[in-house]
């Protein structure tokens, strides 16, 4: 029996190894669904496979219209999180979901570069018209966009707003990547499909490959109580 519970520990350590977590929050993992307060159902569907990839696919599209489309913060994210009852079922804290928050960041950046160059390359050349801006933050932010599409061009800082700055900005522009490539007119049509004159592929579908997030609670450490003296020593 000793030696069974000894290779259990030491499958458990291996399987926490390669998840990255310590074996403490696996083995609460292991132990979870029977505390979890929720009905049967809710809790059997979100451990099944169609209930992870649904909650994978929610927590995404979270960060992404409060964080992204919307003025809101990852904090939002996780009240959320809480009020819906769903951080029963995934790491709902700060630390967790600004990691969440990073990750879709840098997806999306990769999303353009990627898009853009594949697109570019079988684009026909054409002439177009840049409309410059000019925003102070108090940084000055150079912006360019094509009108006719609405494709941004450029939306980046400067050290200065002179003809050489602007020249420079453009070339290393980094695209405006939501606006271009999920934002839609009434035609259901985006900036970079009218720019670009093909249908691209689509972001959100791209973020869901390649974004990962916290599958469950970790298991919380309680600090132990000082306990203060009742008289104080002067």
Same mark, same amino acid.
């Given at each position: 029996?000793?030696?069974?519970?000894?290779?259990?520990?030491?499958?458990?350590?291996?399987?926490?190894?390669? &998840?990255?977590?310590?074996?403490?929050?696996?083995?609460?993992?292991?132990?979870?669904?029977?505390?979890?307060?929720?009905?049967?159902?809710?809790?059997?569907?979100?451990?099944?496979?169609?209930? @992870?990839?649904?909650?994978?696919?929610?927590?995404?599209?979270?960060?992404?219209?409060?964080?992204?489309?919307?003025?809101?913060?990852?904090?939002?994210?996780?009240?959320? &999180?809480?009020?819906?009852?769903?951080?029963?079922?995934?790491?709902?804290?700060?630390?967790?979901?600004?990691?969440?928050?990073? =990750?879709?960041?840098?997806?999306?950046?990769?999303?353009?570069?990627?898009?853009?160059?594949?697109?570019?390359?079988?684009?026909?050349?054409?002439?177009? @018209?840049?409309?410059?801006?000019?925003?102070?933050?108090?940084?000055?932010? &150079?912006?360019?966009?094509?009108?006719?599409?609405?494709?941004?061009?450029?939306?980046?800082?400067?050290? +200065?707003? #002179?003809?050489?700055?602007?020249?420079?900005?453009?070339?290393?522009?980094?695209?405006? %990547?939501?606006?271009?490539?999920?934002?839609?007119?009434?035609?259901?049509?985006?900036? =970079?499909?009218?720019?670009?004159?093909?249908?691209?592929?689509?972001?959100?579908?791209?973020? &869901?490959?390649?974004?990962?997030?916290?599958?469950?609670?970790?298991?919380?450490?309680?600090?132990?109580? %000082? #306990?203060?003296?009742?008289?104080?020593? +002067?």
């Amino acid at each position: 029996m000793a030696k069974h519970k000894s290779a259990f520990k030491d499958n458990q350590r291996e399987i926490a190894k390669q &998840l990255g977590i310590p074996r403490s929050t696996l083995q609460h993992w292991m132990d979870r669904k029977d505390s979890i307060d929720a009905e049967p159902e809710v809790k059997a569907f979100f451990e099944s496979p169609t209930g @992870t990839a649904f909650l994978h696919r929610l927590v995404v599209a979270a960060q992404f219209v409060i964080t992204l489309l919307g003025p809101g913060s990852v904090r939002l994210v996780c009240e959320f &999180l809480e009020l819906s009852g769903l951080s029963k079922f995934i790491a709902a804290s700060y630390g967790s979901q600004q990691k969440v928050s990073v =990750a879709i960041e840098q997806a999306i950046v990769d999303f353009g570069n990627k898009e853009t160059n594949r697109m570019a390359k079988d684009m026909e050349p054409k002439d177009i @018209t840049a409309c410059l801006d000019e925003t102070f933050h108090p940084e000055t932010c &150079l912006v360019s966009i094509e009108p006719e599409s609405n494709y941004i061009l450029l939306e980046t800082y400067a050290d +200065g707003r #002179k003809g050489s700055d602007w020249m420079k900005a453009m070339e290393d522009a980094l695209k405006a %990547v939501v606006h271009n490539y999920f934002i839609k007119r009434r035609d259901e049509t985006t900036p =970079a499909e009218r720019f670009f004159g093909a249908k691209p592929n689509d972001l959100f579908s791209f973020l &869901l490959d390649k974004v990962d997030i916290p599958r469950r609670p970790a298991k919380k450490r309680f600090k132990p109580e %000082v #306990k203060k003296p009742l008289i104080a020593v +002067g």
